[in-house]
């Protein structure tokens, strides 16, 4: 798990170097009209927790490895992980979609929700703002979806940060 979070934030930094401010590249997930046919058991789906809050440019220190992710004095990213990975009986897990929506509170202004699942084993909640000083608190759920498109939605996870000082 832990080489799984760190490849995807080396993957986020190099990506961030070469095309500075960009958004997020989503990979979107696409369903398999065989396994369609055939599943019929949706994907188990573990807790969540949030990894960081990265806003503004702030370092990262995941598992006391210290990296350097310059989002950008507008944007915000969550990176939000499952205790363990998901799984699912027919999907590899590296096949498996995931999306997110809010449940509650207020999110920032410029956090808008995902329009289609993305394969990916870390979620990724970024959005625009203008004033990292400001607080947020919200809660998200994630759903798990297998190639067949049976989904499974995660217990909430609330998203935290007093904003910077």
């Not at 927790?49 to 992710?69: A, C, E, M, N, Q």
């Not at 979609?97 to 929700?113: M, N």
């Amino acid at each position: 798990m832990k080489y799984r979070v760190i490849a995807v934030l080396l993957a986020a930094l190099t990506w961030d170097r070469l095309f500075a401010c960009s958004p997020l590249i989503v990979v979107p997930h696409v369903l398999d009209p065989e396994e369609q046919k055939v599943d019929r058991n949706p994907p188990v789906v573990p807790a969540l927790r949030v990894l960081k809050v990265v806003r503004g440019h702030d370092p990262i220190t995941l598992h006391g490895d210290s990296y350097t992710f310059d989002t950008c004095a507008d944007k915000a990213v969550v990176f939000v992980d499952f205790t363990v990975p998901p799984s699912d009986d027919r999907t590899p897990v590296d096949k498996l979609g995931v999306s997110w929506r809010i449940l509650r509170g207020t999110p920032p202004a410029g956090l808008r929700e995902p329009a289609v699942f993305s394969q990916a084993q870390v979620v990724l909640i970024d959005w625009t703002e203008r004033n990292d000083k400001t607080p947020v608190d919200f809660t998200v759920v994630v759903t798990v979806r297998d190639l067949a498109g049976n989904e499974t939605t995660s217990p909430p996870l609330r998203v935290t940060d007093a904003g910077s000082k």
